[in-house]
């Protein structure tokens, strides 16, 4: 693996967290011509050293306060656990450093108004990579909506049912002790689906529909003893009167000798609707004036988090955050949904189903 570019105008980056996610970023920053990736700090020595070498990164280390120590860095990306962005953000707020940070912005609503305040205080640029902000399905349904595909915007419906962290494929892949450090990230201190993955359908529904959330209510169903809902279900309703349903869960295919998702995107309007699945892949649209039946593959990870990337650059040259990126006040606006949702669904009662083989690693047994 080559290094990153050595241009005189590239942007010299930061990234805190090598984890499963991290190690994607790092893929990506270090292949990008407008970017020179000099810094990279994690916890875990080994790769630390390994990827420091693989990627021929002048500092590498396990203490991240050297790459916010370092002058020459404009930015930083954070890519570290969830429970880890609240103080790493305002580590880089005190530092004067951009950051672009994963989501959620923080596992504690509390704790993210702290983060945008001090990156506002700092005057500097706080972006929270949501992939829906630069996916190619997700743009196109923005720009359909937008152009008035379905007319007048009525409900929307944005499913999105995940393998969970500890499914049988990942333990077969990583071994059990890799599952469970995954589920603790993402299920405990992540606290769940909902929460964890949901923020990009909660921010979405607000960028989609131009509209706050004025009331959610949420139901929650639990499988295997975790903390929070491994399943939930949020019914949202918007300032402009939009529903928005968002659903999202950690089982879906939990034994399967395949790995597997199911992702649905819905948009119901007073002059039509529009659909696109994982399944399929393909974006139909049933309007007034139009009908469309488009192959709009999902692109990955990877596409995406480099036109996240490349915005971010482009908006550090002109000083301010492109509309179509999230702000970290929208990344806030994402957790109190978020949030909201979550307490709804304890207040409600959560459903429990004990339906069969699937592990509860938190049992006081293990």
Partial sequence: MTSSSTRLDAVRFGLIGLGAAGCKHLEVLANMPEVEVVGIADLNAEYVEQLGAEYAIPLATTDHRRLLADPSIAAIAIAAADAA??????????????????????????????????????????????NNRASAITRRIKELV???????????????????????????????????????????????????????????ARFLTGSEFKRIDARGWAMRGFPYPDHGVALCEHDNGIFTLIEKGFDYAYE????????????????????????????????????????????????????????????????????????????????????????????NGVVHRDIGNARNWFDAAT
């Fill in 85 to 130: 962005h609240y103080p790493l953000v305002l580590d880089c707020a005190a530092a004067r450093k951009h950051v672009a940070c994963e989501k959620p912005i923080a596992t504690e609503v509390v704790h993210g108004r702290e983060m945008v305040a001090a990156m506002e205080n700092a005057g500097r640029l706080f972006c929270v990579t949501f």
């Fill in 146 to 204: 937008d152009a008035g595909a379905v007319g007048n915007v009525r409900r929307v419906r944005l499913l999105g049912l995940m393998a969970p962290p500890d499914n049988r494929w990942l333990r077969d892949q990583r071994g059990d002790e890799a599952a469970r450090a995954r589920v603790e990230s993402i299920c405990v201190q992540g606290k769940n689906a909902l929460y964890d993955c949901g923020v990009h359908s909660f921010d979405f």
């Fill in 256 to 347: 399967a000798q395949t790995r597997k998702e199911y992702v649905r995107y819905e948009v119901l309007g007073d002059g039509g609707s529009l659909a696109w699945d994982l399944d399929t892949n393909r974006l139909r649209v049933f309007g007034r004036e139009q009908t469309l039946d488009e192959l709009l593959p999902h692109g990955g990870k990877g596409d995406v988090r480099e036109t996240l990337y490349r915005g971010f650059v482009e908006n550090l040259r002109a000083g301010e955050l492109l509309t179509w990126l999230a702000s970290g006040y929208e990344g806030l606006k994402a957790i109190e949904a978020a949030q909201a949702a979550t307490d709804s669904m304890l207040a």
